[in-house]
C-alpha cells in the first residue's frame, strides 16, 4: 500500500485558498459512499447538490484526478477531500468498482504506449538568418539603451515611471528576444526607496548583468557550445521539448523541495525544484498556465519521485523535463546539506551561468534566528526573504530543522520544511 501523505501535503495540491477550504468541508464520512484504495490509488463517491453522487479517484504515483463534477479547477475540492480522507487513514483498503478501474487501465496504457519520437524541425536557413539579424539589431539598440541609463545617472530612474523599463522590454519583444523582455519588464519590480543607495547598487548589478548578455552573444562563435546554449537561451532562442527528451536521461529518486508560482502579463510560472538522493544535482520543472487553467500538480513538496529528467542544454544544466516515471519509490528524508556546502555548490553554478538568479537549497539542521536568518551549526548564516516562518518556528520549537527554498539575490525564500517527527511542513 502506497505510504499516506500528511495533510499538509494533500492541501498543497490546492489551486487556490477557496478550494483549500472547501475540501475541508467535504472531507467528511458521512459525505462519501463507495470509498477504497489499493496500492497507487483512491476512490469514492461523493453526494452533491443534485440528485446524483459524484465519482471520484485519485491515481497516486503522478498524482492524476479524475471527478464527473463540473469544477473547472483541478484538482477539485472532492479530489482534495478525498486524499484528506485517505491521508487520515478513514479509506479502507479495497478493489475498485468497474468505473474507477477502467479510468486506472486506460492510464496504465497510456503510460505504456511508446512516446513517438519526431525529428527536430529546422527553421528555414532564411528564416533563422533574418531573425539572428532581427535580434542582433535589437540588442545593439538594447546595449545603447544602456549606456544611456548609466550615463544620465541612475539616481533619475528612482522617480522614473514603469514605462522607462516596459518600453525597452517591448522593442526587444519586437525584436523577437522575449526572454531576454521579461528579464528587463522586472527590473521595475526592484524596491525603490527614497535616498537608499542599495537600490541603485541592485539597479547597477542588474544593468552589468544585462550589459555582459548582450556583448556573449554579440561574440557567441567565440564562446563554448555550451555557454553559447546559455546565451542564447537568456535571450530567447528555445531548444523544442523533443529535442530535450532525445538526449541523455538522469535517472534518480529526485526529492521535490518545493513549489513557487509567480505571474507576470497574465502567465502564471510554476517552479518545481528537485534534488536527486543519488546524484546531489538540482533540477527544475516548469509549467505554465494561461487564466482558468490549471497548473501541473504531479510532483508534491516532501515527496520523493523515481524518474528520469532530459535536461535541456546549457553551460549549468538546471532547467529540466520528466522524460521517464517508473515505480513509486519509498518515500526518503531530504538529502539536506550544510549551509557551507550549499554556497560552494552555488559559487560554481554561477561561475558556469554568471546569470544566474534562483537556485535550489535543501539545508539540514538549520535554526531559525530572531533576526531573520538561518543559522546550521558551524555558524554559518543565510538571511530569509519573504518567508513568514512562524509555522516553520512552530513545528520546529526553536530546535534544528530541514529548510528547503529558493536562493535569491535577497535571501532564502523557504518552500517547505522537514522535521524528523512532524514531516512536511509548508510555510
Known amino acids: 500500500m502506497s505510504e499516506r501523505w500528511s495533510r499538509e501535503q494533500v492541501l498543497g495540491l490546492a489551486p487556490d485558498a477557496a478550494s483549500h477550504k472547501a475540501a475541508g468541508a467535504v472531507a ?79 492510464r496504465e496504457a497510456r503510460a505504456q504506449a511508446p512516446r513517438p519520437v519526431s525529428a527536430p524541425k529546422s527553421a528555414d536557413p532564411r528564416t533563422r538568418e533574418r531573425r539572428e539579424q532581427r535580434v542582433g539589431d535589437g540588442l545593439e539598440e538594447f546595449g545603447r539603451w544602456l549606456r544611456d541609463q548609466v550615463s544620465q545617472g541612475l539616481v533619475q530612474a528612482e522617480s522614473a515611471p514603469y514605462s522607462l523599463w516596459d518600453d525597452a522590454a517591448r522593442r526587444l519583444v519586437d525584436a523577437q528576444a522575449g526572454t531576454l523582455a521579461g528579464q528587463v519588464k522586472s527590473l521595475a519590480a526592484i524596491p525603490r526607496g527614497t535616498g537608499s543607495s542599495r537600490w541603485i547598487d541592485r539597479l547597477l548589478e542588474e544593468y552589468a548583468l544585462l550589459h555582459l548578455l548582450t556583448q556573449a552573444y554579440a561574440k557567441q562563435a567565440a564562446l563554448p557550445p555550451a555557454l553559447r546554449e546559455t546565451v542564447r537561451a537568456r535571450i530567447g532562442f528555445s531548444t523544442s521539448q523533443d529535442e530535450v527528451l532525445t538526449g541523455p536521461a538522469v535517472r534518480d529518486q529526485w526529492y521535490v523541495i518545493g513549489i513557487r508560482d509567480t505571474e507576470q502579463d497574465m502567465l502564471t510560472t510554476r517552479r518545481v525544484w528537485l534534488r536527486g538522493h543519488t546524484t546531489g544535482r538540482s533540477a527544475l520543472v516548469l509549467s505554465f498556465a494561461a487564466p482558468g487553467r490549471s497548473l501541473d500538480t504531479t510532483l508534491v513538496p516532501g515527496t520523493t519521485v523515481d524518474a528520469s529528467l532530459a535536461f535541456f542544454p546549457g553551460a549549468q544544466p538546471l532547467r529540466a523535463l520528466i522524460a521517464t516515471r517508473h515505480e513509486a ?32 537549497a535543501l539545508l539540514a539542521d538549520v535554526r531559525l534566528s530572531r533576526d531573520g ?55
Open 373 to 427: 536568518r538561518i543559522v546550521d551549526p558551524s555558524g554559518a548564516a543565510l538571511p530569509l526573504h519573504a518567508t513568514e516562518p512562524w509555522r516553520l518556528l512552530a513545528v520546529s520549537g526553536g530546535g534544528p530543522i530541514t529548510i528547503g527554498g529558493e536562493w535569491t539575490p535577497q535571501g532564502l525564500r523557504a518552500l517547505s520544511g522537514w522535521h524528523p517527527t512532524e514531516g512536511v511542513v509548508i510555510p
Open 329 to 360: 519509490p519509498a518515500q526518503l528524508p531530504p538529502p539536506s546539506t550544510t549551509i557551507g556546502a550549499f554556497q560552494a555548490e552555488y559559487a560554481a553554478a554561477l561561475g558556469h551561468d554568471p546569470w544566474l538568479d534562483r537556485w535550489p
Open 28 to 106: 467528511k464520512p458521512a459525505k462519501w459512499s463507495g470509498l477504497g484504495a489499493s496500492d497507487g490509488a483512491v476512490w469514492g463517491e461523493c453526494q452533491g447538490s443534485g440528485s446524483s453522487a459524484y465519482r471520484c479517484a485519485v491515481e497516486l504515483a503522478e498524482p492524476a484526478f479524475r471527478c464527473t463534477c463540473p469544477s473547472r479547477k483541478f484538482p477539485c475540492k472532492h479530489a482534495l477531500a478525498l486524499l484528506l480522507l485517505w491521508s487520515e487513514g478513514l479509506v479502507a483498503d479495497g478493489d475498485p468498482p468497474a468505473w474507477a478501474a477502467e479510468w486506472l487501465a486506460q
